[in-house]
C-alpha cells in the first residue's frame, strides 16, 4: 500500500508558487502541482480562467465566512470535494461513551 503513496512521481507534491488577483488584491498562492492541476480542471469546468475562479471563490468565502483565514487549505478540500474523495471516505464511527454504573 505504502509504495501507491511513496512511489509517487516527486514532481507531483513540488510546491508551485503563482502570483494571482483576488479582487483586486495581488497574492500568491502556494500549492502542489497536482493541486493546481485539479484546480485548473475546476475553473475549465467553471467556463473560466484559473485565476478568474480563484477570484469568485475567495468572494463568496468572504461572502459566507467574513474573511478566508486559510485559502490554500480552502482550495485543497475544495479539490477533494471535486474529486469525490468525500463520498468515498466513510465517517469515523466513535465509540459510545463507557456509561458508570453508580455503586
Not at 488577483?21 to 473560466?48: C, H, P, Y
Request: glycine share 4%.
Amino acid at each position: 500500500m505504502c509504495q501507491i503513496f511513496a512511489g509517487q512521481d516527486p514532481s507531483r507534491y513540488e510546491y508551485v508558487t503563482r502570483r494571482v488577483r483576488l479582487n483586486g488584491q495581488s497574492t500568491s498562492v502556494r500549492l502542489e502541482r497536482a493541486f493546481w492541476r485539479i484546480v485548473d480542471q475546476m475553473a475549465i469546468k467553471d467556463g473560466v480562467t484559473t485565476p478568474a475562479f480563484l477570484s469568485k471563490l475567495h468572494s463568496e468565502v468572504l461572502e459566507q465566512h467574513g474573511e478566508a483565514t486559510n485559502f490554500t487549505s480552502l482550495l485543497r478540500c475544495a479539490c477533494m470535494i471535486h474529486l469525490g474523495e468525500l463520498q468515498q471516505i466513510p465517517e469515523p464511527v466513535t465509540a459510545p461513551s463507557p456509561s458508570f454504573a453508580a455503586e
